[in-house]
């Protein structure tokens, strides 16, 4: 008996780590779609049904577009998602985020009581091209009385390639938190 429960579990991992997987590839893709804009951006969030995998809603960061320091792709997707649920809450929800959530994005991710955030490149990777708040989610999320898993870094690599394109660069360099226009 021991060993079908254990066996069942191993399955289980496996088919959230798929999917897991398999999300924060579509949050990448979706992202990635922006470096062709006129206003390109790394950030993105998607939200989904922690058991069904149900998508319910993503979004990018829109801080140039909205001229709103808070416009963070995970803040956008907590307001979205709510409002689409009639509801403050999001518990029974996972976000993948394409980097690390911010100390101000992941107070939201708890406020919003998600199950669970996962997340692509690292506050560190981001902070190589703009400002950032060098405080990791895990510590916010373990500072907290609310309870809300991170899970970290997944898919990191990839998720980096959308600081490092071309057009994102160029982008980097005329954002007022980019780390080349505030170090001269």
Same mark, same amino acid.
């Given at each position: 008996? %021991?060993?079908?429960?254990?066996? /069942? #579990?191993?399955?289980?991992?496996? $088919?959230?780590? @798929?999917?897991? /997987?398999?999300?924060?590839?579509? *949050?990448? !893709? ?10 390109p951006v790394p950030f993105g969030a998607l939200i989904v049904n922690t058991q069904t995998g149900e998508r319910?809603? $993503?979004?990018?960061? @829109?801080?140039?577009?909205?001229? =709103? ?11 979205? +998602?709510?409002?689409?649920?009639? !509801?403050?809450?999001? +518990? ?17 991710? &708890? ?11 690292? *506050?560190? =990777? @981001?902070?190589?091209? %703009? &400002? /950032?708040?060098? *405080?990791? @989610?895990?510590?916010?999320?373990? $500072?907290? =009385? ?5 899970e970290g870094p997944l898919l990191r690599e990839l998720c980096n390639t959308l600081f490092t394109h071309p057009?994102? !660069?160029? +982008?980097?360099?005329?954002? #007022? ?8």
């Amino acid at each position: 008996m %021991v060993n079908w429960d254990m066996a /069942q #579990s191993a399955k289980m991992a496996a $088919r959230g780590a @798929a999917l897991d /997987q398999e999300r924060m590839r579509e *949050i990448y !893709q979706f992202t990635a779609r922006s470096l062709e804009t006129v206003r390109p951006v790394p950030f993105g969030a998607l939200i989904v049904n922690t058991q069904t995998g149900e998508r319910l809603m $993503r979004a990018t960061n @829109a801080v140039m577009r909205e001229n =709103d320091p808070s416009a963070h792709a995970e803040t956008r997707t907590v307001r979205l +998602a709510c409002k689409k649920l009639k !509801q403050p809450s999001l +518990a029974g929800y996972t976000m993948y985020s394409t980097c690390e959530p911010c100390a101000m994005c992941m107070a939201s991710a &708890l406020w919003a009581r998600l199950d669970r955030v996962v997340f692509g490149a690292t *506050i560190g =990777d @981001a902070k190589r091209h %703009v &400002l /950032q708040i060098h *405080i990791p @989610a895990k510590e916010v999320a373990r $500072r907290s =009385d609310m309870r809300c898993v991170v899970e970290g870094p997944l898919l990191r690599e990839l998720c980096n390639t959308l600081f490092t394109h071309p057009n994102m !660069q160029k +982008a980097f360099r005329s954002w #007022s938190t980019s780390k080349a226009k505030t170090s001269k």
